[in-house]
Nanobody, 125 residues
């Protein structure tokens, strides 16, 4: 599958915001359900948010509901994670990932087989 590369991580104060981007490539991007994960890549990752192929349906972990928004622009082959009201507990390495699907995203990280290298988010006062 196509390579995924994250960007946008950094250091932010509590209550601040960051926007993470995931740049894909190739026509496979539009066939991928997408997810943002934290902590580790692969089967032991923690799911933060997921989105279907077209961006019409979304899933959020309870810890980020109302604060984070996942979106995608298939014309640009980019997925985003808008992170608002950041708190100390949000500090981690964030990964974007995808899997081929005819429909909605899987919520189990083991189903994702295309992972980016990660970008670090640090919330610090």
């Amino acid at each position: 599958q196509g390579r995924l590369v994250e960007s946008g991580g950094g250091v932010v104060q509590p209550g601040g915001s960051l926007t993470l981007s995931c740049q894909g490539s190739g026509d496979s991007f539009n066939r991928l359900a997408g997810g943002w994960f934290r902590h580790t890549p692969g089967p032991t990752a923690f799911l933060v948010a997921a989105i279907d192929r077209t961006g019409e349906t979304e899933y959020y972990d309870d810890f980020v509901k109302g604060r984070f928004t996942i979106s995608r622009d298939n014309t640009k082959k980019i997925a985003y994670l808008q992170m608002n009201k950041l708190d100390f507990g949000d500090s981690d390495v964030y990964y974007c990932a995808g899997h081929i699907t005819p429909g909605g995203p899987r919520l189990t990280p083991s189903f994702y087989d295309d992972w980016g290298p990660g970008t670090r988010v640090t919330v610090s006062s």
